[in-house]
């Protein structure tokens, strides 16, 4: 088999990556003398060694075979004739992981392709448990030492644990300190070999076969369980060292007038009465008042700031006051991020916000103030947009 990553930006803006991903795909059509070949048209060719004006509607040309693992892009989700594995995205069950599909999922042919778009601990370890099933027939009972067996299992139950945590509803974790530095839901025990899978220096197919060895040995490659303790302890630093405040806002219902508001000041915003919960670090704790919600506001120039407002909260805004693109000048820069889509509307946020400060934009669990200048927005003010704009809730 091949591995091989797709490019999943938009294909409008971003023309090399239409270029990228058809050579994927187009890659080994194959003429019926056997012939294969790189580049052709899409539907017709003329064979190079037989010369044969081939097209692919009458079966003369047989695309290569691709298989997607976690393809989360519709239109190249389609591109993959031998279907798509991805419970999670487009299926759409955050209980079922792509390795454990993979355990019983009909393999591809050995000289098939699997893509993905998110090269990460699930679809990589669903891939190379293909790559083991085609390899040795199965991997249930196919090892002879049991020990090596059982690595093998409880390393798919790990991943599929982190993977479901990491896709599944927020989950509040515990900011990390030198006596503790990490949370159980952080799975350090994988943070090694999900550093060396997400590392893009590193050949695709390099990265599988580290994956393989790790399920069968817990082997990580050299050096990557140094370089994630190390930016654990620099976190912690960050943090002790206090270039990273963050406080929590916390959204309640207020005792009299029942409205829902965001705590950042000692009394209802609405009915005026004192005594509505303010804002607390811990969840549940404060005036008595039923907890809805929380956002993280996080103020630093570290790089870390959206993944500590992501262990207190749901929502983040990160507010960087030294933003830098490059060897730019800094300004001022607010990113506001979701950690999955519905807990709040950020298309309207954003539409809002650019009638305040044309030039915001991003992705859609994430926004971002104009690039290159400093915002004049106020937190105040995004916490009141976010307010109006909430989806869910929950106590």
């Known amino acids: 088999m091949k591995f091989k990553t797709l490019d999943p930006r938009d294909p409008k803006k971003v023309p090399q990556a239409v270029e990228q991903n058809n050579k994927i795909f187009r890659a080994d059509y194959r003429c019926v003398c056997g012939n294969a070949w ?94 083991i099933r085609s390899n040795i027939g199965t991997v249930q009972h196919g090892v002879e030492d049991q020990d090596t067996q059982y690595l093998f299992d409880t390393g798919v139950d790990m991943i599929a644990t982190a993977d479901k945590f990491a896709c599944g509803e927020w989950k509040s974790k515990l900011l990390p300190t030198a006596k503790q530095p990490w949370d159980k839901n952080d799975f350090p025990e994988t943070a090694a070999i999900a550093a060396a899978i997400s590392d893009h220096e590193v050949p695709f197919s390099t990265r599988v076969g580290w994956m393989e060895e790790w399920l069968f040995t817990r082997a990580e490659p050299e050096g990557y369980r140094a ?19 963050s406080t929590i806002y916390t959204i309640v219902d207020c005792d009299s007038c029942k409205e829902t508001l965001i705590g950042r000041d000692n009394f209802c915003s609405y009915c005026g009465i004192p005594g509505t919960e303010v804002w607390c670090q811990e969840i549940g704790k404060g005036s008595g008042a039923p907890l809805l919600y929380q ?101």
């Open 38 to 131: 790189e580049t052709i048209s899409t539907h017709v060719a003329i064979c190079e060694m037989c010369g044969s004006h081939l097209s692919v509607e009458s079966g003369e040309i047989t695309p290569h075979p691709v298989l997607g693992i976690e393809v989360t892009i519709a239109a190249l989700a389609e591109r993959c004739n031998l279907g798509n594995i991805d419970p999670q995205h487009t299926g759409g069950d955050a209980s079922v992981a792509a390795i454990e599909v993979a355990l019983t999922a009909e393999l591809p042919p050995k000289d098939a392709t699997l893509v993905t778009v998110r090269p990460d601990l699930d679809s990589v370890g669903a891939m190379a448990v293909l790559n």
């Open 227 to 245: 370089r994630v303790e190390a930016e654990r302890a620099e976190m912690i630093r960050a943090i002790e060292e206090k270039k990273i405040k």
């Open 295 to 395: 956002i993280a506001v996080v103020v630093s120039t570290h790089r870390f700031a959206t993944q500590l407002g992501y262990s207190c909260a749901p929502i983040v805004i990160c507010l960087n006051p030294e933003f830098r693109i490059g060897e730019g000048d800094p300004h001022r820069k607010f990113t506001i991020c979701q950690y999955q889509a519905g807990y709040v509307d950020l298309e309207k946020v954003q539409a809002e916000l650019n009638q305040l400060e044309p030039g915001w934009g991003g992705q859609p669990n994430i926004k971002g103030s104009p690039q290159g200048t400093n915002s004049t927005l106020t937190v105040e003010k995004i916490l009141e947009i976010l307010e109006k704009n909430l989806l869910k809730r929950f106590l």
